[in-house]
């Protein structure tokens, strides 16, 4: 079975542009998340969906990140306009069930440096 | 609120040593889920153990051993006879059981640095 996987691998983009991160959970997977590990932070989530609507984005830090699942097999993580603070590596990770069966399977991150 | 704490935010050693990762958690929930994750150079995170909290009956697979003690809240995770490839950091993480959505909380990581 594929795991989970992310695109692009790294993004370079400049200050003010558009930036698009997305996300295939592993398949029969119910939960999706989004986390951002940066070096001061750590790893952070910012924002999880069960059967592809938003439970909780408390951790989205401002309103220029947004994430949308529009189905069970596909999530994007947008940030517009992007600044040069939001570099850091960008995992999703995917689950299947409740809190019994919560392993969480993590992507290989998006590696997004912002000039 | 659920809060993760490593200590140690970085150990070397020197291959064929054994070395222990600690870990301290904070919760108000009675049933939890700990666990902990590696992340090799490469950037990926890899899952190792899950533990529920009323199982507090020590794990071993292979070299890695995991030690849970509700009394201390602790969850220390060892790594016997070191090897280079266990270079990597190392994440503990927290789940309460109440929270509706698999939440994970982590802890800061350690970095562990194996030397031949």
């Known amino acids: 079975d594929a795991g989970v996987i992310q695109s692009p691998r790294h993004e370079v983009t400049e200050m ?100 | 609120a659920q809060k993760v704490t490593q200590a140690q935010t970085e150990i070397s050693v020197v291959e064929k040593e054994d070395v222990t990762l600690d870990c301290v958690y904070e919760t108000r929930d009675t049933t939890y889920y700990l666990f902990w994750y590696k992340q090799p150079p490469s950037g990926e995170l890899v899952f190792l153990i899950r533990r529920n909290s009323f199982d507090e009956q020590n794990e071993i697979s292979g070299r890695y051993s995991w030690n849970f003690q509700k009394s201390t809240s602790s969850f220390n995770f060892t790594i016997t006879a070191s090897q280079v490839v266990d270079s990597a950091v190392y994440f503990c993480a927290l789940s309460e059981i109440n929270n509706a959505g698999n939440m994970l909380t982590f802890g800061g990581g350690t970095r562990l640095m194996v030397k031949p």
């Open chain 1, 16 to 115: 003010g542009q558009e930036v698009t991160l997305r996300c295939k959970p592993i398949s029969g997977h119910d939960y999706l998340f989004w986390y951002r590990q940066t070096m001061m932070r750590g790893l952070e989530l910012l924002i999880y969906f069960n059967n592809n609507v938003p439970i909780d984005d408390s951790g989205m830090p401002e309103d220029r990140f947004s994430a949308k699942m529009p189905n069970a097999s596909f999530s994007t993580l947008k940030i517009q306009p992007s600044e040069p603070r939001d570099s850091a590596v960008y995992f999703c990770a995917s689950s299947k069930g409740g809190p019994a069966n919560n392993e969480q399977f993590f992507g290989p991150g998006t590696r997004l440096t912002v000039l």
